[in-house]
């Protein structure tokens, strides 16, 4: 859960401008500030249900999204290949042929 949890905080971060104002707030709700689906429902005077289904629709259409332009996948790849450059760099045994490789698969992400 907290996997899944974590996942819909980055792609919220990163698609969150795409979302409407009520699944903007309800995700925030749900995900950022951990209300219960039923603090939800009484905060918008709406049913539990009504509160499940906008968040499910809504992760789907996050996924969806994501699926398309990858934002979150190259934030992972670039964050994975800047922690390498910097295990190169640390290490002085590294060779700058090492680090150029590295810096061209940062390129090759955009």
């Known amino acids: 859960m907290l996997e899944k949890t974590t ?4 792609l919220y971060d990163f698609y969150y401008s795409l979302l409407t104002e009520k699944q903007q707030s ?3 709700l749900y ?3 951990d209300y219960s689906l ?3 429902a009484e905060k918008y005077e709406v049913s539990r249900q009504a509160v499940y289904d ?3 629709r809504t ?5 969806e999204y994501e699926s398309k332009l990858s934002l979150f996948q190259k934030f992972q790849e ?3 290949i800047a922690a390498a450059i910097r295990t190169f760099i640390d290490s002085g045994s590294s060779s700058k042929e ?3 490789d590295a810096l061209s698969s940062l390129e090759e992400l955009d």
């Open 31 to 33: 995900y950022l500030d």
């Open 26 to 28: 309800y995700m925030s």
């Open 98 to 100: 090492q680090i150029l």
């Open 59 to 63: 992760e789907a259409m996050l996924e």
């Open 38 to 40: 039923g603090e939800i």
């Open 54 to 56: 906008n968040i499910k």
């Open 78 to 80: 670039r964050k994975k």
């Open 7 to 10: 996942r819909m905080n980055y």
